[in-house]
């Protein structure tokens, strides 16, 4: 399967606790997203990466959010000290940079947080 | 800010019957819209998307939407549904930022379909 893939699928953990997913894109695709969808809601953007550069990052990304792309490859999200409210279902997707509104989405990381 | 309203959160709807899913845009300039289908376990999945060519836009699995700037509408629809057509459908808003598409999602439509 050549699609975008996210690890782990599920994460439970307690609050205070430290977690960090990984998404793998479409090997050739130069950008990637992160977004956040909650009970009810539709996906919410976090941030974007162009190749390795973080070009953008949504307010909802508070400081104990962190994101990094090093190679312009894979892409992981950590957050530190994780509070209840961070339980969500956190989306990665890529696109190509030409024809870039088309976007591919991994299956996501459905966080618990205790 | 561009942003789009899902006007119903359930539609429920038998299998055979017509399906019309109801979204509403506000932009200040022309949008580029989009429907998203989620179906449980799974991937988002782009169903059809709107980009100022045509105001009718097809889709994958027989759905279309029109694009209606005089009544801010981007409606999806389909003719007869199917079982499989069960999943979750987002309205979506395209905003070019800083050389990427930030995606602006509805609050979705869970689509039920009945024998």
């Known amino acids: 399967d050549t699609g975008v893939s996210q690890d782990p699928r599920h994460k439970i953990t307690k609050r205070g606790q430290n977690v960090t997913f990984r998404c793998d894109p479409i090997s050739e695709h130069n950008r990637l997203y992160w977004y956040r969808q909650t009970l009810g809601q539709g996906p919410e953007f976090l941030t974007y990466f162009q190749n390795e550069a973080q070009l953008e990052k949504s307010r909802l990304l508070s400081d104990r959010f962190s994101a990094e792309r090093p190679k312009g490859s894979f892409s992981t999200l950590e957050i530190q000290r994780t509070e209840q409210g961070d339980s969500a279902m956190y989306l990665c997707?890529?696109?190509?940079?030409?024809?870039?509104?088309?976007?591919?989405f991994g299956s996501g990381t459905q966080l618990s947080v205790l | 800010a561009q942003s789009v309203t899902q006007l119903d959160s359930h539609v429920s709807v038998s299998e055979g019957t017509p399906v019309l899913l109801r979204c509403n845009y506000s932009?200040?300039?022309?949008?580029?819209l989009f429907w998203y289908v989620q179906h449980p376990n799974k991937g988002l999945q782009l169903l059809l998307k709107y980009t100022s060519a045509a105001t009718l836009v097809k889709g994958i699995n027989g759905f279309e939407a029109e694009f209606k700037k005089s009544e801010t509408s981007f409606h999806l629809t389909k003719p007869s549904a199917h079982m499989s057509d069960a999943a979750e459908y987002f309205c979506v808003v395209s905003e070019l930022t800083g050389g990427g598409n930030k995606l602006t999602f509805g609050t979705g439509t869970q689509l039920k379909v009945e024998l």
């Open positions: 932009s200040s300039y022309s949008p580029s």
């Open positions: 997707a890529s696109s190509l940079e030409i024809g870039g509104e088309k976007l591919f």
